[in-house]
């Protein structure tokens, strides 16, 4: 029996779907947490606190260079679970992705993609209607509230990279393409909404912009880097997908940098178990000395406001109106709890000087992990 049920839920951009504020993420399923570990998170998240909204993708889980790493395996034990728990499919929102470009992605003759044999992952339309087939056996349901496509198929700077280079572009897939593809499966209710993921603005409006030639839905969703050392979408891409505008809600994933915004890894400390130690070349932007300057200066605020930095982290991404749900993770039952306790508004509320002293830690040193780590130092007020 629950002790405490999240009060509150947002609309998922124009879907007519409504979710929690946090939405349980599952990429440590399959390497750092086992099948019992996974369901046992999704019984105390969904069960006990009332989250309602899940997030997964085929080739989780990550990091994808772990010994064993074997693609699909999150969405196999989302299936188990969900078999073990058949009345509550219709009260979950499940979401999950279809990898974007990626060359030579067979690994040990499985496939995150299982489209066409000896062939890169792209968003064409065969691959987009088998990735989806794939991920409905895996996830052991008829159908997935929300298909998201994990990455773009053109090139776009991702994960780390903030600069455009013209010299990276190569043919892709036409948007067009996989908006239709998209549109057959929607059509075949096999996915009810489709969202973006790791997009540019250019990239939403493009998206729309097929959407509506084609007479397909538009996206609903935008699963994208978001943190306190990670704020580029609330510039221009916020514009784009405002309820006033295209209506897109924002589903910001690693909020706590990784792991970084924790607080575990400041003064030095190098904890085994923690992932940005256990995997050396895995969003290592988190921990370059200017992330480490901004995050011991939010973490003083958190200490200020009387709260642990995770939580101040989590909590932060509430106040943003273009957030429809945050997408945590844990590997331990005690990181999960306190993070869902983040978005109880009963145990949580930020004070307005601590949301100003955030802004001014924030406009002292913007967007810190895309700075690289030879970069002079400035100076936080």
Known sequence: MATKKLPKCRPLGSSGLMVTEVCLGTMTFGIQNTEEDAHAQLDYAVKERGVNFIDTAEMYPVPSSAAGWKPGTTEEYI?????????????????????????????????????????????????????????????????IDLYQLHWPDRYAPNFGQSVYDPKQERDAVPIKETVAALGELIAAGKIRHYGLSNETTYGVCEFVR?????????????????????????????????????????????????????????????????????????????????????????D????????????????????????????????????LKENIDAFDTDLVTLSEETLKAIDDVHFARRDPCMIPSSAPPRALR
């Open 79 to 143: 299936g188990t679970w969900i078999e073990k728990n058949p009345a509550l499919r219709s009260e979950i929102v499940l979401a999950t992705k279809v990898a974007g470009y990626n060359p030579g992605s067979e690994t040990g003759g499985n496939r995150f993609v299982p489209p066409k044999p000896k062939a890169d992952c792209r968003l064409d339309r065969e691959s987009v209607l088998m990735a989806c087939d794939a991920s409905l056996r895996r996830l052991r349901t008829d159908y």
């Open 210 to 298: 097929a959407a509506d030639e084609l007479g397909v839905p538009r996206p609903v969703s935008i699963q994208n880097s978001f943190c306190l050392l990670h704020r580029t979408f609330e510039t221009e891409l916020a514009e784009a997908c405002a309820p006033s505008h295209y209506d897109i809600g924002l589903l910001p994933w690693t909020p706590l940098a990784g792991g970084a915004l924790s607080g575990k890894y400041l003064h030095g400390k190098k904890p085994a178990e923690g992932r940005l130690v256990k995997y050396p070349n895995f969003m290592q932007r988190y921990l370059n000395a200017p992330s480490v300057e901004a995050t011991e200066a939010y």
């Open 300 to 335: 003083a605020i958190a200490k200020e406001a009387g709260i642990s930095l995770a939580t101040l982290s989590l909590a932060w991404c509430r106040t943003r109106w273009y957030c429809a749900s945050t997408i945590i993770g844990a590997t331990t039952m005690e990181q």
